[in-house]
């Protein structure tokens, strides 16, 4: 049987350690475009920019902050409808697209709705994350180190040996592990040995492939 090998030239014992960590979301993210269609693209600019206001509006009642906002440049485009022969020209399209980040969750299902009556009615996703990312990694890649070296003793002690220090440390990217990329044959929740994520939850992962030197 085939068993793809990371690390090409090992010189001791490899390991496969991973840890995720359920936490729930405190912001949301919602991104949306604004477009309207004219017969000129001058006519079409000016309603866009007349839309950028009203939607502003919404921004500023929900005290949205300028830091948590992402505008586009306004695009324009030739508009049509139907295909093939029953295509037709509309006119001229100019969108704006916005990234705006709410730290307030309760008031989701209000600003969404407020957005659509503002005519911001291309709303192409709101998702959850967290402000603690960066740390939870951190600790999700502590934790997945020592879930390696956790393996490496249990195979070391086998082979009536002892682990030394890491002689190679390969960082794995956990969204990798389930689509086909670097380390594919490894399901990483069935190699988690530390921790899980809870139902409903954000799940920050890590994982790292760690080669420990063998002493007599």
């Known amino acids: 049987m085939y ?22 979301p405190d912001r949301a993210v919602a991104s949306f475009a604004v477009a309207r269609i004219a017969d000129k693209p001058e006519e079409a600019f000016e309603q866009v920019e007349m839309a950028r206001a009203t939607v502003g509006s919404v921004l500023d009642h929900f005290r949205i902050p300028a830091s948590a ?25 100019a969108q704006l697209d916005y990234s705006v980040v709410i730290d307030d969750l309760s ?15 291309s709303i192409q996703s709101v998702t959850y994350t967290t402000s603690k990312l960066r ?23 086998a082979a009536g040996l002892k682990v030394g220090r890491a002689l190679h440390i390969e960082d794995v990217d956990p969204s990798s592990l389930r689509s086909g990329g670097h380390g594919s044959d490894v399901d990483l929740t069935v190699h988690d040995e530390v921790g899980s994520a809870t139902s409903g939850s954000i ?11 063998l002493i007599d």
């Open 3 to 24: 068993v793809h090998q990371a690390i090409q030239h090992p010189q001791g014992v490899t390991a496969f350690g991973s840890h995720t960590i359920g936490v729930e």
């Open 69 to 93: 906002i992402t505008v586009s440049r306004t695009s324009i485009e030739l508009a049509h409808e139907g295909y093939g022969e029953n295509r037709k020209l509309l006119g001229y399209r």
């Open 107 to 121: 008031c989701i299902t209000t600003f969404v709705t407020a957005l659509v009556r503002a005519g911001a009615r």
């Open 135 to 157: 740390e939870l990694r951190r600790q999700a890649r502590e934790a997945a180190f020592a879930s390696a070296r956790v393996k490496a003793d249990t195979y070391a002690k």
């Open 203 to 213: 799940t920050v992962a890590g994982a790292v492939l760690v080669c420990f030197a």
